[in-house]
């Protein structure tokens, strides 16, 4: 099962394509569950999200030779269609978050998923130690690999935290409203909205706006340079999550 390669179609259906014999098997889904995305994990457990606030997790089953769902997770949120967080961590745990359904983990040893925390979760960052989320209100919850102990943690940001790096040993965390913060010090201050960052290898930022600006922030220097996109004069809005640095 190591070298199949899974594949999500636009009608919502779910296929596994086999190298070896060159064949594709369509994976059985739960009736009126349409597939976004597909999540494949070292452990060959593999989540799929729906198109609508739910997503299943499936596991080998050796004696009947095909894929079972035995988990089925459901946000309770109303509101619009919810893109998950869908995260194994370097200890295998496997993890499920989102804006409006908060936190879940799902240990090693377990197949019940465990609600960490009903705070709504924008990103993660996995450091040697701790697994990191950044959340909707500015607080960060934190997960001790080596005591598999939950905390959390208040950077000072009083706006979501959209991502977590880690540069020269210390947490950056960038913030919606309230700029780059490390260390409860504001590094950098926020004159825009951001909704999207990356850090690539020569130790700069680059932060996706709300109104059409694209920031690059260089940690060395600490300086910054704004970049516009423009489509007939109109600013165009990054897409939360879609900014690639190659």
Not at 172 to 181: E, H, P, S, W
Not at 182 to 203: G, M, N
Request: glycine share 6%; proline share 3%; with cysteine.
């Amino acid at each position: 099962q190591e070298n199949h390669i899974w594949a999500t179609t636009y009608d919502g259906s779910v296929s596994r394509f086999d190298p070896a014999t060159e064949t594709f098997e369509s994976v059985e889904l739960p009736h009126g569950f349409i597939a976004a995305r597909t999540h494949v994990f070292r452990n060959r457990h593999v989540w799929i999200q729906s198109k609508t606030n739910e997503a299943l997790r499936l596991h080998y089953d050796s004696l009947q030779h095909c894929y079972q769902t035995d988990i089925r997770f459901k946000s309770t949120s109303n509101t619009d269609t919810e893109r998950f967080i869908i995260y194994e961590d370097s200890a295998c745990n496997e993890w499920i978050a989102g804006r409006h359904c908060g936190l879940y983990l799902n240990q090693q040893t377990s197949d019940t998923l465990q609600h960490i925390s009903p705070i709504g979760v924008r990103c993660v960052f996995e450091t040697n130690r701790q697994v990191l989320w950044g959340t909707m209100d500015g607080t960060v919850l934190t997960w001790d690999k080596l005591t598999r102990q939950c905390g959390s943690i208040r950077p000072g940001a009083t706006s979501p935290i959209i991502a977590i790096f880690q540069d020269e040993g210390r947490l950056l965390y960038v913030t919606a409203n309230d700029g780059i913060i490390t260390h409860e010090r504001q590094l950098r201050p926020s004159q825009h909205t951001y909704i999207s960052a990356r850090k690539d290898s020569q130790r700069r930022l680059w932060l996706g706006t709300n109104s059409g600006q694209l920031v690059m922030f260089d940690l060395r220097t600490h300086e910054t340079q704004n970049f516009r996109i423009l489509d007939d004069t109109h600013l165009k809005s990054f897409k939360p999550e879609e900014l690639k640095v190659m």
